[in-house]
């Protein structure tokens, strides 16, 4: 489906282009504080399918880069931001806050993830990280992937300048919740491909090239 190069849209790839490189924000990755401090701007929830229909001669020319977070920590924090509707700089989508905020416990939010049959049933949140990730054909198309607490590593390795400092942004209020080792296994069985993406760039020390010269 073609897509409109509207303000926004031509706002976000010639900021990529200002920066020299193209950030895949996978949500509750600290996407938000990531896009700030390179573009001085969010550039949204946006796959690497979607970067290389919208502009695809950046997206050959420039590095290409995501961060990766432990698919069961990403999910505790993605049930506290559900159950709160959002953080303080972002909504959940109207489209799911109200059933969102009802979430008896982990186990609904579970079922939630496992009843969709395809990622447009559940919100940006609840996506895999994988889905942000991949081509059409299923294979990892960004060039270079970093842990969380990597990610000022890999900016230096790839000779990034942010445009401001690393900042928390879109703080939840509370805690993250407890899971039982039951509920842990199952986010695991649920998000089997973002947990072996994510085991491989942890033996790799945090940081993983996949592409690129």
Not at 87 to 98: C, I, K, Q
Not at 154 to 171: C, E, K, M, Q
Not at 191 to 207: I, K
Request: glycine residues 8%; hydrophobic residues 40%; positive net charge.
């Amino acid at each position: 489906m073609a897509l409109p190069l509207d303000a926004k849209r031509r706002a976000r790839i010639a900021a990529a282009r200002r920066a020299g490189v193209i950030f895949i924000h996978v949500p509750k990755n600290a996407g938000m504080a990531v896009s700030q401090a390179l573009y001085g701007m969010q550039i949204k929830h946006a796959s690497a399918r979607y970067f290389a229909m919208l502009a695809p001669s950046e997206w050959k020319r420039l590095p290409t880069f995501a961060v990766l977070r432990d698919p069961v920590d990403r999910f505790r924090s993605a049930y506290r931001y559900a159950r709160a509707g959002g953080g303080s700089d972002n909504r959940v989508s109207p489209v799911f806050a109200e059933r969102y905020r009802a979430f008896g416990g982990i186990d609904d939010a579970l079922d939630h993830v496992e009843a969709a049959r395809s990622p447009y049933g559940v919100d940006h949140i609840f996506r895999p990280q994988c889905w942000y990730l991949t081509d059409r054909r299923g294979a990892i198309a960004v060039d270079h992937l970093a842990l969380i607490e990597r990610v000022g590593d890999l900016l230096d390795t790839l000779s990034i300048t942010p445009a401001g400092p690393l900042r928390h942004v879109n703080r939840t209020e509370g805690s993250d919740p407890v899971l039982t080792p039951g509920q842990a296994d199952r986010v695991r069985r649920i998000y089997a491909d973002d947990l072996e993406l994510f085991d491989q760039v942890a033996r790799s020390d945090g940081l993983a090239r996949l592409r690129g010269d």
